[in-house]
């Protein structure tokens, strides 16, 4: 029995084609649903039970594994010619290639993790840490501009007293200096926030 090689279905309402043409083009495609239904009905049971074995029982992915394996034979009538023998070592073959190429894939990317695994990872709250930082932007708001601007050159952009001397156009003595006072500032500002070093 040699089976109708299915063909895309067009819309009925295509007006540029002859009404014998939509009827022949609607007649393939009963007939490929009734390949469809035909492999299934046949195959699918024995195949489901060989791909259980080579998914270590996982029904899902066999069922799913079932799926392709028919769909890949509809898509490939020659494949169904009675002339080639049994249909069966065919479709096996695909679904052992439909399983080893989905192993292949999945050793190819990260190892995916269960929720529940998630939940017993500890993450690092970074809610201190921002309000922390609020803190402190709003203790060096309290300080002079000069005192300000050479803590933000050292410390926050991490030049060198040089560098910083040069950028804010002062001397060196006094960048270390107004560092000095600086630090002493910002230290009782956090102090009166109830924060200590």
């Known amino acids: 029995m040699s089976w109708p090689r299915p063909r895309p279905h067009r819309r009925n309402g295509d007006r540029n084609e002859p009404s014998h043409a939509r009827k022949?083009?609607?007649?393939?495609?009963?007939?490929g649903d009734?390949?469809?239904?035909?492999?299934?009905a046949e195959h699918a049971g024995p195949l489901l039970g060989y791909v259980l074995k080579l998914t270590d029982g996982d029904r899902q992915?066999?069922?799913?594994?079932?799926q392709e394996t028919l769909l890949r034979a509809w898509r490939h009538p020659e494949s169904l010619d009675p002339s080639?023998?049994?249909?069966?070592?065919?479709?096996?073959?695909?679904a052992r290639n439909i399983v080893?190429?989905?192993?292949?894939?999945?050793?190819?990317?990260?190892?995916?993790?269960a929720e529940d695994a998630l939940a017993v990872?500890?993450?690092?709250?970074?809610?201190d840490q921002a309000l922390l930082a609020w803190e402190v932007a709003e203790a060096l708001g309290t300080l002079s501009d000069d005192?300000?601007?050479?803590?933000?050159?050292?410390?926050?952009?991490?030049?060198?007293?040089a560098e910083a001397a040069e950028v804010l156009g002062i001397p060196l003595g006094t960048v270390k200096?107004?560092?000095?006072?600086?630090l002493r500032a910002l230290r009782l500002a956090l102090e009166e926030r109830g924060i200590t070093p």
């Open 24 to 31: 022949r083009v609607e007649d393939v495609s009963v007939a």
């Open 34 to 40: 009734e390949l469809l239904r035909t492999l299934y």
């Open 61 to 66: 992915r066999a069922e799913d594994v079932v």
């Open 84 to 94: 080639r023998g049994s249909l069966r070592p065919w479709l096996w073959t695909v």
């Open 100 to 113: 080893v190429d989905a192993a292949r894939a999945r050793r190819a990317r990260p190892q995916e993790v």
């Open 121 to 127: 990872i500890p993450v690092e709250d970074q809610i």
């Open 147 to 161: 005192h300000r601007a050479v803590l933000v050159e050292t410390y926050y952009r991490g030049r060198t007293v």
């Open 177 to 182: 200096s107004r560092a000095f006072y600086a």
